[in-house]
């Protein structure tokens, strides 16, 4: 009498008293234990034995047959000695559960193990059920299969009939085309007594069909009986099976005693919209009578005849699609061509060539590049050749081109190509398709714009230059009326004006320099304002000037009002900061500050003291011009006065329309 265990384990252990001590400690009723001396061995019985894991030892087996036990789905213990723990760590990588060392001084290491493994094993259990389930799933579903393909093969051969039918017609209308063939053949494999096929129209159902002809009426007008089983499948679209229809109280027959005691088939024929066009309708004793399986082969039957139907109209449908690329293509006034890649021609061109060349189509049509381009007489040939030739390569899928033509009159025209690659099914280049469009007028009128441009750039490029020349005779003369000024505070004065109309001098300087950009440089402009201050009103050579500007670009007319700015800040630091040759210091700070700029002009002069003046602190020629100024830009200045004086002006990034005030 055999034991039934509820594990099963084998002990694979060259060493065969290894292999009694392990079974002494295992072999109980909970575990049942098998032994082999090498993995040849082991392989053998777990072929023949139901086996739920494994405890190999890492020497005893070649390495081919241990590796192939590892990778066996069932769990593995390794075991080994000291002198090969390095093996079963490596067995550890490559699949095995877990491992203990041997001697088995102790047997905890090996429950530990075992305990560790019957994880593993469940998890094998439930993976062979789950196999064994989808086995049989797998071997249900083929049976079904092989009843079907047998069933399908009785029904292939009428639907190659009918489909041969189909194809040959050109153009189907509706059931009368075809309708015998289906109902001669479909009724035929399913060895039908009888049948029909009734096409829907307007006022009822018209016999198109039958194999009982005398019995069979040729109209049904509408509406037909509530009872009647064609009724049922229009309305629902849907096919029928009667077992018996004399069983059937919800469906009346025709009343024909032929009828009686038999089964019914009725399917609806849909169209490719799924509008049902008709019915099919056969019937057969009950011996045999109609089953499942034929209803689902009806089925199939009505589903093939709505994709025949739908191919028919794609067709017709790309029949007329074609009919009108046709005459859209003839009569476009663009010239439309294709040029062939595999036979390197001209393979189609549209009657508008004659429009716009003055040749006949005839001359370039299945002819070369080089004949085109000869006989349009390009002027641009290479960069036509060019064109083609990245539109092949797949240097370029699609792009225009612009070339002057010579048509056959004499008459010179530029003309704009747009072309397209074509690619077939598997990505390769077919064809250049493209379109030819004359637009002498517009290239005419971009030439008249161009030299407008150019016209208007000299012209401003002259008054700027004038206006320039004009500040500096300005500038030379207020150099020499300072010259002639015996009064310090008169040359101050004409000084100061001196630095303000160079400020705007260095504004068209930049323009002259820069081509009429609509910016200027704000860095380069500010190292130019502040180099012409300390060398115009600077007379103390103890003042040092620290600049922080950031690299900004700024439209004209802010650049001018900013610039004055910064004149008049640094102009009054210089002369009033400080007294005769004590030294200091000036600095600027210019940057963007999230939607404005900033600018800081701070010295560590005297500041201003109210003692010493009677002036107002924000008051004075120079602050009123400031204020003036910075109203213009829209911004605000602020006066700080400690340990020297720091002004602070912020004005809006945005190109905001910019105040007209006379200073």
Known sequence: MSLEYKYKILVIDKDESIRKELIKHLNNKLYGVSEAKNSEQGDLLLKDERIDFIIQDITSGSPESISKILKDKRPVIVSADEDNIHKAILAMNDGACSLFLKPLDNPAPLFTAVQKCLKHSRKHRQQLLYTKHLEDEIKNKNDEIDRKNEMLSRFNNSLEQILSSASSQSSMKDLSDYGSDILDNFGAQLQASGGSIYMREAYGLRLVHTIESKHTPDFLPFPLNEKSPFKKVLKSGKPILIDNIDSEK?????????????????????????????????????????????????????????????????????????SRYKHLTENSAAVIFSFSIENGVFDFINNSFLTLTGHDRDEVINRDMETMINVLDIQQKEDIISHFENMITGRSSGSGIEYQIKTASGQIKWVYQQTVTIMNSEGFPVSIDGTMTEFSDQKEAEEELKTLVQQKDLLLSEINHRVKNNLQIISSLINLQSGLEQDDA????????????????????????????????????????????????????????????????????????????????????????????????????????????????????????????????????GIDIMNSLIKQLNGSIDFYSDKGTEITIKFPIENSRIREELL
Not at 274 to 291: A, M, Q, R, W, Y
Not at 294 to 309: H, I, N, P, R, W
């Open 250 to 322: 919800d469906i009346d027959g025709s009343g024909w005693s032929g009828y009686e005691d038999s089964s019914f088939m009725i399917f609806p024929l849909p169209d490719h919209n799924g509008n049902v066009t008709g019915l099919l309708s056969l019937h057969n004793k009950l011996t045999p009578p109609f089953i499942k399986e034929d209803k689902d082969m009806g089925m199939l039957m009505s589903a093939f005849y709505k994709e025949v139907t739908r191919a028919v109209s794609s067709v017709e449908s790309l029949h007329l699609s074609e």
């Open 490 to 621: 008169g040359r101050n004065a004409l000084n100061t004006v001196k630095s303000r109309i160079t400020s705007i001098a260095l504004v068209h300087d930049n323009i002259y320099d820069t081509d009429l950009m609509p910016t200027i440089d704000v860095q380069n402009y500010i190292e130019k304002l502040i180099s012409n201050l300390i060398e115009t009103i600077l007379d103390n050579n103890n003042i040092t000037i620290t600049k922080d500007v950031e690299n900004i670009d700024m439209d004209l007319d802010r650049a001018v009002l900013c610039g004055l700015i910064i004149n008049e800040a640094i102009s009054n630091a210089f002369r009033h900061a400080f007294e005769s040759y004590q030294s200091g210091s000036v600095s600027l700070l210019f940057k963007t500050s999230r939607e404005n700029y900033l600018v800081k002009i701070s010295d560590t002069g005297r500041g201003f003291n109210p003692d010493l003046t009677d002036k107002p602190v924000q008051h004075g020629l």
